[in-house]
Antibody, heavy 123, light 112 residues
């Protein structure tokens, strides 16, 4: 079964750091671009960051550029999101999502989503 | 701040047909990028409903259909059922934003 399982969320103070992980199973992880998508409480979906299958290309929303770093370890089938200089507006459920086709980052759909991990930034 | 605009809410009685619009611009939908649709039930992760403008993944009922024209796309739900009450989001790609996938503002579908 194709599955994504996020972990690493929690409560952090403004200015703090947190690293999210997303463990993948059931597919050839290294062949697929992956993304992080977040959803603030009561709000819509916001794409945060994407990474190519090899990890050689990364992309970020302007709202997190310079503060967040996406990476992956294809030997461990795991995607990461390092979040630094966290702000209250980063409070959200963070989902990892898999591109539908084994191509580079493109206009492809997300066919598999994790269950999400909650990040709360508050003092 | 989303670059794809959807109506905040639509509603219909069971059995009726409802449509949700997704309006973009020349740098996303109008540039020829595919539009996809997701259904999000309360408290759950989004689920892919339509990909590539009009294609349904296996297991999605044919009551759901998608279309695209110019700088807009639409999701139609025919034979509305109580279980269709959820939030729906369109998604595409925007060439004016570096490598950016973009989501619509989201639409709440209420079954009366």
């Amino acid at each position: 079964e194709v599955q994504l399982l996020e972990s690493g969320g929690g409560l952090v103070q403004p200015g703090g750091s947190l690293r999210l992980s997303c463990a993948a199973s059931g597919f050839t992880f290294s062949s697929y671009a992956m993304s992080w998508v977040r959803q603030a409480p009561g709000k819509g979906l916001e794409w945060v960051s994407a990474i190519s299958g090899s990890g050689g290309s990364t992309y970020y929303a302007d709202s997190v550029k310079g503060r967040f770093t996406i990476s992956r370890d294809n030997s461990k089938n795991t995607l990461y999101l390092q979040m630094n200089s966290l702000r209250a507006e980063d409070t959200a459920v963070y989902y990892c999502a898999k591109d539908r086709l084994p191509t580079t980052v493109s206009d492809d759909a997300f066919d598999i989503w994790g269950q999400g991990t909650m990040v709360t930034v508050s003092s | 701040q989303s670059v794809l605009t959807q109506p905040p809410s639509v509603s219909g009685a069971p059995g009726q047909r409802v449509t949700i619009s997704c309006t973009g611009s020349s740098s996303n939908i109008g540039a020829g990028y595919d539009v996809h649709w997701y259904q999000q039930l309360p408290g759950t992760a989004p689920k892919l409903l339509i990909y590539g403008n009009s294609n349904r993944p296996s297991g999605v009922p044919d009551r759901f259909s998608g279309s695209k024209s110019g700088t807009s796309a639409s999701l139609a739900i025919t034979g509305l059922q109580a279980e269709d009450e959820a939030d729906y989001y369109c998604q595409s790609y925007d060439s004016s934003l570096s490598g950016s996938k973009v989501f619509g503002t989201g639409t709440k579908v209420t079954v009366l």
